[in-house]
């Protein structure tokens, strides 16, 4: 008999597991949001439907009821000043081997068997948990759309699906080579970030566990690194000395009640033990591609001419002006737009792909200085590409009719199987966010397309 799904719903006056006498705490305020506690139940409803159509959810009582059991004591111990009425949080595992969890405005939370496989105590599982719910409780997947410039268009809802699924999926379905970084910019930033790990101290404490199993866990995630670096950490920026202000943070909490028995923690540990390998989050991708019923893949032909030497003007929006050569086509994208030309641009797994043409974005910024802001573009980029080279050097250039920078990077593309090379262009918008243009082709090909790759940035005309 399956053990029946447990929906946690929170209303102000719920019982708290366990209390704390609170010593000079950080006093947390939740950030300016436009958008209405139902709206983030909406918007969170719609992306769980879809992350349980592309990811490998676990259909594990055992493994459930246990996120549950954790996920429970832990909403009922979000402080009252956070609780919504509307909110109804769930959890759920996903049969993935990085470690990593999510969740999703209004509630619903994902998080992965290599998350419980490598904790070392139930208290850093409830770290992780109580940092995503702090994000859920203080609304940051619509303070962050609150916050969006007139540059980082697209509807709300496929920002936010694409930020989050990007974290789990995204190194196989972003768009082109994939270099589409549609949805980027929704990471949730160091501010946002520092927010959900003192609230999540406060949470944890309330709820009976060791503070300071935050920090630990946060460590360990560091030294989980794959390709590009930790996934959790692609999504979740470090705000700086992290580990340092948690453990000082925890230091001003008094724990009552502190949850000492550890036997469902060990029983779920040893059941995982017994299961077959979790698979990684690139397999799962492909496995959703072909359960999609999508079209086969249509490879770029690989027969592309050289770029006409006439060119044509397109208006994105009131965004910018751009000029690229006539014989190029546009393929617009959520938040980024593509120019290729005819045998260029195909699909491979499910995702659109391409292999010549050039793709113009922007990225959230919070550094304001452009070279760091450039770098972390390219960290973000090599996520989704381990084969990506590190940029040798950083050229001053004009983008867009002001400072910008300029640089080359190698890889190798899924379409062709062949090497290609990147020229990638940016600039600093007067809000501080980054405005990128990256030019992609073979590498054998690439001096016929380096002349129009500079033309077409020399042509870009943004809107003041």
Same mark, same amino acid.
């Given at each position: ?29 939740? #950030? ?106 203080? =609304? ?96 979740? #920026? ?39 390998? /979790? ?19 249509? &490879? #770029? ?10 060119? =044509? ?7 910018? &002006? ?41 990225? &959230? ?7 760091? /802001? ?15 080279? &590190? ?55 690439? /001096? ?17």
């Amino acid at each position: 008999m399956n053990r029946p799904r447990r929906t946690v719903a929170v209303a102000a006056t719920a019982v708290l597991a366990a209390w704390v006498t609170l010593t000079a705490q950080t006093k947390i305020t939740a #950030p300016p949001n436009k958008y209405s506690p139902e709206d983030d139940v909406k918007l969170g409803l719609q992306a769980a439907e879809q992350v349980r159509q592309q990811m490998p959810v676990m259909h594990d009582d055992a493994i459930n009821g246990y996120l549950e059991d954790v996920g429970g004591r832990l909403v009922r111990a979000i402080p009252p000043e956070f609780q919504h009425p509307e909110f109804h949080y769930t959890f759920t595992a996903l049969n993935l081997k990085e470690i990593n969890a999510f969740a999703l405005p209004g509630g619903p939370m994902f998080v992965n068997r290599g998350m419980m496989d490598k904790a070392r105590t139930e208290g850093e599982i409830a770290g992780v948990m109580a940092h995503e719910l702090s994000h859920v409780a203080l =609304r940051h997947g619509t303070a962050q759309q609150s916050k969006a410039t007139p540059y980082q268009v697209g509807s709300i809802a496929g920002a936010i699906v694409g930020a989050i699924v990007g974290g789990g999926l995204g190194q196989v379905i972003s768009q082109g080579t994939q270099f589409g970084l549609g949805a980027a910019f929704l990471r949730f930033s160091r501010e946002f970030e520092k927010q959900a790990d003192l609230l999540g101290t406060h949470i944890m404490a309330r709820a009976g566990y060791d503070p300071r199993d935050m920090a630990n866990v946060f460590k360990t995630i560091e030294q989980e690194s794959g390709p590009g670096g930790p996934q959790w950490l692609s999504d979740h #920026p470090n705000p700086g000395n992290r580990y340092e202000y948690i453990m000082k943070e925890a230091a001003s909490l008094h724990v009552t009640n502190p949850t000492e028995d550890t036997r469902a923690f060990d029983q779920i540990q040893a059941h995982i033990a017994t299961l077959g390998p /979790a698979m990684s989050s690139e397999e799962a991708a492909r496995n959703a591609n072909r359960g999609t019923g999508s079209a086969p893949d249509a &490879r #770029p032909s690989g027969r592309v001419e050289r770029p006409s030497s006439r060119y =044509r003007t397109y208006q994105e929006g009131g965004v910018f &002006r751009v000029q690229v050569p006539d014989n190029w086509q546009e393929l617009p994208g959520n938040n980024v737009v593509t120019f290729a030309p005819q045998g260029a641009y195909g699909s491979l797994n499910g995702s659109s792909v391409f292999t010549h043409g050039v793709e113009i974005g922007v990225a &959230r910024n919070e550094t304001h200085d452009l070279q760091t /802001a450039t770098s972390e573009l390219i960290d973000s980029l090599r996520q989704g590409n381990p084969r990506l080279s &590190r940029p040798s050097e950083f050229a001053r250039t004009t983008v867009a009719g002001q400072q910008g920078l300029a640089t080359q990077l190698s890889n190798i593309s899924d379409a062709t199987g062949g090497e290609e090379r990147i020229a990638v262009y940016t600039t600093l918008l007067r809000d501080g966010t980054l405005f990128y243009v990256i030019g992609v082709a073979p590498n054998d090909e690439f /001096a016929a397309y380096d002349n129009a790759f500079s033309r077409i940035v020399r042509s870009i005309q943004i809107a003041r």
